[in-house]
């Protein structure tokens, strides 16, 4: 029996396509370890509680291939080092991570590890392609989608990987108990709501992504903004986790193109976006939390959490019912139309006139789909202090939104209850997950008026724009 080669789990909780995992396999056998580390309490409620629901799949699909998820607390270096101790292992893979935090620990983990005598081995997986790799013909990093698209569109990322055989080590070390770790416990009540929207786990992924490949990616180009439609992918909270590979959307989405199915490329091109946004946040980390754009640092928001105007806005009672019903899918399902992702954006940084940083938190912490490069990239893109070819100040309203993309109302009365005689249970759920402190109840009056009028909203918004500092350097 060979030495055991650790696997060190973040956001790869898979086996197909998976590089880590793959060479790991063909060094020896493979102790799959996830750490519960600062980084993970740090997530939000909603996020951190997905991550269980995606740790306790895998780990039952692991023990299906006879091996095993090893669960283990504290510091990532120091438990590092008591596996190795414990275990004898002389090797450690991982996939990589692209933010801030995760590239300092990592390098941390690497040099220490490595100085002990410790093979050390870090893979691609989590992206098409690595950011260092992808640059202008200057030398430099693209700020603008549509130029990086050129770049990367006719590139081969590769065939994914297919699973590979695990061999089990002679003896396991001590694991925790997932349920002990009460990685829902901040849901509270909404945990048992998230349940009955969500399906995690790798087969999940794959077959999803099957039939949208199969019965819906020809319509994807018109069909992924009507937003009471199940047109889009899907995928992004399979992405999170890790629970499929990028890379194996591009393969699903290239044959598609090959087959002539009309939104194929439309579909790669979402997929890029995505890459897009892990590029800037490699080349320029001042995006997870800081204007992209410095020339904002002095646009007027407000980011008093205390305001009544945000706290209709995390309620979803701004009295808008396109931002409500968006709002209240959130809380419902931990995630959210893409296109309604915009609306409820606009309003809260444009007609509210509040700071983007409040927005990016709350969908930090209500979202199982967080993604620290999406989020980011995605707010500051609304808010107009992001990566923006746009010669102009973008102001969504949500009403015209609604007449083009929801012309029934059907999104609308599927997540507001307020006036229904007889409100669907989407609707309904919404009461069941929320915060008994906010004491709300179906049968509650929905406001009258806006909390920010969309008109007044929208002119006070564009006069802040065009009397702002710096206002020539755009």
């Known amino acids: ?29 493979v102790i799959p370890i996830f750490i519960r ?14 991550l269980g629901e995606a740790l306790r799949v895998f780990g039952a699909r692991l023990a299906d291939e006879g091996s ?16 190795i101790a414990e275990t004898g292992a002389e090797a450690v893979h991982w996939s990589r991570l692209y933010d801030p935090d995760a590239i300092e620990r990592n390098t941390d983990v690497k040099s220490a590890l490595k100085d002990a005598g410790i093979t050390v081995e870090s893979h691609a997986g989590h992206l ?10 200057a030398g430099d990093p693209y700020k603008v989608y549509s130029p990086y698209w050129r770049a990367v569109a006719e590139r081969d990322p590769g065939a994914p990987l297919s699973a590979p055989t695990l061999k089990a080590p002679r003896d396991w070390p001590d694991s925790d108990d997932l349920a002990d770790w009460e990685l829902g416990a901040a849901m509270n009540r909404g945990a048992e709501v998230l349940a009955r929207y969500s399906d995690p786990g790798e087969k999940a992924a794959q077959t999803r992504l099957g039939v949208f490949i199969r019965d819906k990616v020809a319509h994807y180009k018109q069909a992924r903004d009507m937003v009471a439609e199940d047109g889009t992918s899907g995928m992004s909270e399979y992405l999170t986790y890790g629970e499929i590979s990028p890379r194996s959307l591009w393969a699903a989405g290239q044959r598609a193109m090959d087959e002539g199915k009309a939104g ?27 204007n992209w754009r410095e020339e904002w640092d002095g646009f007027p928001w407000k ?59 709350w969908f930090e912490d209500c979202l199982t789909d967080w993604d620290p490069a999406s989020n980011a990239m995605g707010w500051q893109w609304v ?34 209850a307020e006036g229904q005689d007889d409100p669907p249970e989407t609707a309904r759920d919404y009461f069941a997950a929320i915060p008994r402190a906010w004491k709300m109840d179906m049968h509650g009056n929905y406001p009258d008026t806006p909390i920010v009028g969309l008109k007044e909203g929208r002119d006070a918004a564009l006069d802040a724009y065009q009397n702002r500092p710096n206002a020539g350097e755009d």
């Open 303 to 361: 980011d008093d959490e205390r305001l009544a105007e945000v706290k209709a806005w995390k309620q979803a009672r701004t009295g808008v019912p396109f931002v409500d019903a968006a709002l209240r899918e959130m809380y419902v399902t931990g995630r959210m139309h893409n296109r309604a992702r915009m609306i409820v954006a606009s309003y809260l940084t444009k007609h509210c006139m509040i700071h983007w940083r409040v927005g990016q938190q």
């Open 128 to 137: 098409l392609f690595e950011p260092w790799t992808v640059e202008t013909k």
């Open 383 to 416: 808010a107009g202090s992001g990566p923006d070819a746009a010669p102009y100040f973008r102001i969504f309203n949500p009403e015209t939104q609604a007449e083009k993309f929801d012309p029934e109302g059907d999104y609308r009365d599927r997540w507001v």
């Open 264 to 290: 194929a490329e439309t579909f790669l091109k979402e997929v890029v976006w995505r890459e897009f946004a892990y590029h800037l946040m490699y080349h320029f980390p001042r995006i997870v939390d800081r």
């Open 1 to 29: 029996m060979s030495t055991p080669v650790i696997l060190w789990l973040r956001r790869d909780l898979r086996l197909t396509d998976h590089p880590a995992l793959v060479a790991a396999a063909a060094s020896g056998p």
């Open 37 to 50: 580390d600062a980084a993970v309490d740090r997530l939000g409620a909603a996020a951190k509680w997905r």
């Open 68 to 83: 095993r998820l090893i669960l283990r607390r504290g510091n990532a270096l120091d438990v590092l080092r008591e596996v």
